[in-house]
Nanobody, 124 residues
Framework: QVQLQESGGELVQAGGSLRLSCVGFGRTFSGNAMGWFRRAPGKEREFVGSISSKGMSTLYADSVKDRFTINRDNAKNTIYLQLTDLSPEDTAVYYC?????????????????WGLGTQVTVSS
């Protein structure tokens, strides 16, 4: 049925890069803003970034601004998170989510579909 599935997380060295993908199944998400969140061990869930339904605007947390980039391919029902210049503090499970509206948002209560997450581990 309807689900989001993340992939691409792995173990990388500090300073390295990754690209995470999130594919939607069961319905199209081309009318929805999409977001990325992360949760590190022992910490609360943290907003990472969000992109509008057409990809024309984005919103990022200050902690990842200028290092992470969100884009999307609505023809493939997929969003991406490009992570660069990684550091150990980026180690977390990364989740994608679909918003009920079309505008980007940092607030998780507006997202009504969530993936199960993909693990990113950055070694020093």
């Amino acid at each position: 049925q309807v689900q989001l599935q993340e992939s691409g997380g792995e173990l990388v060295q500090a300073g390295g890069s990754l690209r995470l993908s999130c594919v939607g199944f069961g319905r199209t998400f081309s009318g929805n803003a999409m977001g990325w969140f992360r949760r590190a061990p022992g910490k609360e869930r943290e907003f990472v970034g969000s992109i509008s339904s057409k990809g024309m605007s984005t919103l990022y947390a200050d902690s990842v601004k200028d290092r992470f980039t969100i884009n999307r391919d609505n023809a493939k029902n997929t969003i991406y998170l490009q992570l660069t210049d990684l550091s150990p503090e980026d180690t977390a499970v990364y989740y994608c989510a679909a918003h009920r509206g079309s505008a980007p948002s940092r607030f998780p209560d507006g997202y009504n579909y969530w993936g199960l997450g993909t693990q990113v581990t950055v070694s020093s």
